[in-house]
């Protein structure tokens, strides 16, 4: 093929291309409107990838869901403004949202804050249909935060309850529509042609120290909420007890103020991270019934590293919290397929 020059040369091949696959004329409409309206150079990048693009965009407008009344629209993707002209597609975070809401009850965003009241982090709280609560936390150390970005307040504050969504119920990843599209893991992410992408996401994946940070027990949490004896962090089980008038803040207030704080030092949470580590190795031997242990060992071990260690045992509670989450994703969609299959 011919290599591209122009956006005008550009749209005449996704058109082309459209006609070729011969789509709906609403799904056509969508997927010239991504590239119209993109400010991407999309078209510098190879014509067989500005085709896989296409045939992506395709598969995405006409995902059917459950609710047959609802469709992706064509304004909530985008293709990444990225150099060398090799864009990615992305969803607007409202869509993300709306993909992982059949599984959630509701979701919450909290500060967390140092000794003396200062903003040093993230919490978001998902609950999801049983009424489990799950935590996801992101400290934020010497952070400086610049004017360029636009409303860098919900940036922050959407891409940590991203984060806690996907980990929270890993397996949505790999189906459609979110395997169709691009997502980025901040603490992995340094990539420097996706520049745009890397500063906001190097932004949110600032380093955490060494040692377990400790973070006070907010203002609003009562005297008699129990809490581990070992450690200072709130009880996931009776956060609800809280008072959401003052701990739910707007985006603005999250992230007000967190620019070069320092997160205090701590000492270590043994008592729950040995009961992480147990119930770990209860879910290493469940999963290894439904897969296989080598496949289990090897699964286990690719999460572990991911999150930057070698061993289960290196990794800080709430990482470990994290690959505990992942492991019960795969074992629950492992046992829904064949759930499935024996039907």
Not at 139 to 161: G, H, V
Not at 169 to 198: G, I, K, M
């Amino acid at each position: 093929m011919t290599k591209l020059t122009t956006k005008e040369e550009g749209l005449a091949f996704v058109r082309q291309t459209l006609n070729k696959a011969k789509v709906a004329d609403d799904v056509r409409g969508k997927v010239i409107s991504v590239f119209v309206t993109s400010t991407s150079p999309w078209w510098f990048a190879p014509p067989d990838y500005i085709e896989f693009l296409i045939n992506q965009l395709i598969t995405l407008f006409t995902y059917k869901f459950e609710d047959e009344r609802m469709s992706i629209p064509h304004n909530l993707v985008y293709l990444m403004a990225a150099d060398k002209g090799m864009p990615s597609i992305l969803l607007h975070w409202r869509v993300y949202l709306t993909l992982y809401s059949p599984y959630v009850k509701r979701w919450e965003l909290e500060t967390i804050k140092d000794s003396e009241g200062r903003p040093i982090g993230m919490v978001a709280i998902i609950i999801d249909k049983d009424g489990e609560a799950w935590r996801w936390e992101r400290y934020y150390d010497n952070l400086q935060l610049t004017s360029r970005w636009k409303n860098k307040e919900l940036m922050f504050a959407k891409t940590i309850l991203k984060e806690a969504l996907a980990i929270r119920f890993p397996f949505l990843n790999l189906l459609p529509p979110l395997s169709l599209v691009e997502t980025y893991d901040p603490d992995d992410l340094d990539d420097n042609s996706r520049t745009p992408v890397a500063s906001v996401s190097q932004i949110m994946s600032a380093s955490v120290h060494p040692e377990p940070v400790q973070y006070a027990l907010p203002k609003h949490v009562s005297s008699n909420t129990p809490v581990q004896s070992t450690q200072n962090t709130p009880n996931v089980s009776q956060h609800n007890n809280t008072n959401h008038q003052t701990q739910r803040k707007s985006a603005p207030e999250i992230v007000k103020n967190l620019a070069d704080v320092q997160p205090p030092e701590t000492k270590k949470e043994k008592g729950a991270e040995a009961d992480i580590t147990r119930e770990a190795q209860d879910k290493y031997k469940e999963l290894s019934e439904l897969i296989g242990e080598e496949e289990a060992k090897k699964m286990i071990t690719g999460m572990i590293n991911k999150m930057g260690a070698e061993r289960f045992i290196d990794l800080d509670i709430h990482k470990k919290r994290a690959v505990l989450s992942m492991i019960n994703g795969v074992i629950s969609a492992n046992r829904k397929e064949k759930g499935g299959s024996n039907e």
